[in-house]
């Protein structure tokens, strides 16, 4: 494989659990676990319509998001990401495995 192998290990998921509709459960690699509520997914939405591809800030106004915003489905796309599609029938949005890690609530990964 064609990988950069330490960064492939910071950040490969073992195992993705969907919690109903609420939150998604990752147990990475490392045996880290994070939890994300759909809501939170929702407002860290990477794609173009959320945030300037430009200048990089979030256009998405996270007022406009319902707090118990619901996914309605989770795909792994590519080996590297996760597609969601979101109650409100967004589901531009691709989740590469590293941004996940990135916004993990524990935030330690956003420090590096
Ligand atoms: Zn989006
Ligand atoms: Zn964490």
New binding site residues.
Partial sequence: MIQDYKNKKEAEPKQIRKLGNKSLNIVWSDD???EYTFYKLRIHCPCAACVDELSGKKVLDSKQVAPLIQGLNVNIVGNYALSITFEDGHSTGIYPFKYL?QI??????LEN
């Fill in positions: 880290h676990i994070s890690r993990c609530s524990c935030k330690i990964w």
